[in-house]
């Protein structure tokens, strides 16, 4: 895809967040009057006034979850808007790892989001270096035991910023010391990492997979 | 915040608008309603509403427009900002022209209601 089509993108899908967002204030809303008039009534007027309140709540709630996805989703959209800009790698990591929380869900997989404490800034190409984890992840994932936890974590690997994905109780830095050629399935995005100005490495083992993304 | 007192609610997404305007009656403020920004400035002329709950993002004139115009004609209104979550660089310039504060879309209503009751008291 080129940089037209991927701002296009990015703009339709802004658009269509924002306006699945004020369909979600508009059913929050509904929700919450239906909560209102049910506590107008006195008691045992309403038949099922319980289940009613219940419904209410589970309405809300899914609305709230909705929002949530909607906000990654404008997230993810804002995303094409600049083909080489500032990014904080906390943020990027956090938001490709919620955006394929389903893939790992249908693996019973968590993946999880591992912050560097403070923000590790780099320029880049945020969409194709989504493109890229996300590559990653679904690397992990085919890998990982069902029940596992997969980590994608921002960090400072011989003092570069740098991204590990994996499996595994710990990350330790001799993790990083034999570090193996990108793995033959990801070999595809060579062209994809050299545009990023970084390198991927194996840094898995026979049973825990793992990748370092490292930027140069 | 007194029981009556007036708020205009301004968006163009008329359900949301009606339905908040109806949660904020049950609840005693007096909501009165704009589905557009030439008629919130109208509204804002004939009713003089203390705080008038804005949202940003909507087609011809826009929250921002309209809120200058607010400040420029009713320096005193104080004015409170509906962003999308997309659109928070909005709420901030909004601050910056001087509207009270922002929040995001959909809005906890009890958080609404203690916004507002912050602008009122700063209004007077």
New interface residues.
Partial sequence: MNQQEIAFMGRITAGLSHEINNVLAIIKESAGLMDDILRLCPENVVPHQDRLFKASVNIRKQVDRGVNIVTGLNRFAHSMDEPWTQVDLNELTARITFLMQRFGRQRRIRLIAAPHPEPLIIQTDPFRLEMLLAAGLDFCLVRAGEGSDIVAQARLVEGRPAIWMGSGPDVSPTLFAAKGPCPQDLLPLQADVKHLNADIFDVGTESLPGLLIQFR | MEKGTKVLLVDD?V??VR??A??LE?RGIQALVATDGAEALQVADEQSPPIVVLDV?MPGLGGIEVLQRLKENHPDIQVILLT????TKEGIRGMHLGAFDYLM???H?EELIKKMGEAYEASR
Avoid at chain 2, 84 to 87: A, E, L, T
């Fill in positions: 997404e359900e949301f339905t908040l109806e949660r049950i993002m999308g979550h997309g659109s879309k959909p809005v209503i």
